[in-house]
């Protein structure tokens, strides 16, 4: 058992400090500014780091400063601001440090800056989309009542699913035009004729299930006919520019 000396007992910080704090509030306050400035180094770390690491670092990043923001409100609660003070409630904290790592890691994804391959990159970046959804419904599910009435509805799990089908048309068509081919011209230009159907499918789509709940006069049949139109003539404009190298090779 150990024994605390008389003389340690009832030493008080806070008179010997002399700065017009409490004891509790001091030893909050040096918690915030050790959990902030270890926050600080792991952003420092996610610059430096490669691979999916900074994925890890931002995530460790953003839970030391969700730590910090708690120890500040426990040590001046009279100094929250009424619009900040919901939000240092350890459960409504938590949820959106656990939103705000979803949503680093789904950026760190999207990016896919370490992958070379264009079907590793596009693979890498359906997986930071879907993660960006999962966080999305998540925050639509646990902060409604932080919602406006007029998003509520595009957080929904059907519009954030609609939503992702739509993104991930568009990456498709941007890794099909970009995509590395090893073979002669031909391939190339085989691969791109997806380009121009993605796209087409991405914008009617696109159209209607979100176009039309915004703008409801938009007309519709013509959107989607002038998105067939240009779909089939880009797919058959690549088509004869392959077929065309295929008889020069």
Known sequence: ???????????????????????????????????????LSALRHASRATGVLPAVWVGVAIALFAGALLLAARSFPDEVPDWLRPWTET???????????????????????????????????????????????????????????????????????????????????????????EGPPHVLWRNRSFTPTAIAMAAILATRWFAIRIWPDLPKADVEFVAIVLGVIGTGTCILIAAGAYLLR
């Open 1 to 39: 058992m150990i024994v605390v000396p008389p003389l340690v007992a009832e030493f008080d910080l806070a008179e010997y400090v002399g700065i017009g704090l409490s004891t509790n509030q001091i030893a909050y306050l040096a918690g915030t500014l050790f959990l902030a400035l270890f926050g």
């Open 91 to 181: 459960d409504r904290l938590t949820r959106a440090a656990a939103v705000a790592v979803l949503l680093g890691c789904a950026a760190v994804l999207l990016s896919a800056y370490w992958v070379r391959g264009s079907m590793s990159r596009l693979a890498c970046r359906m997986a930071g989309l879907g993660l960006a959804g999962v966080a999305v419904w998540l925050a639509g599910g646990w902060f409604a009542d932080q919602i406006p009435d007029p998003v509520r509805e595009w957080t929904v799990q059907s519009a954030i699913m609609r939503a992702i089908v739509v993104f991930a048309l568009v990456f498709v068509a941007a890794a099909m035009w970009v995509r590395q081919s």
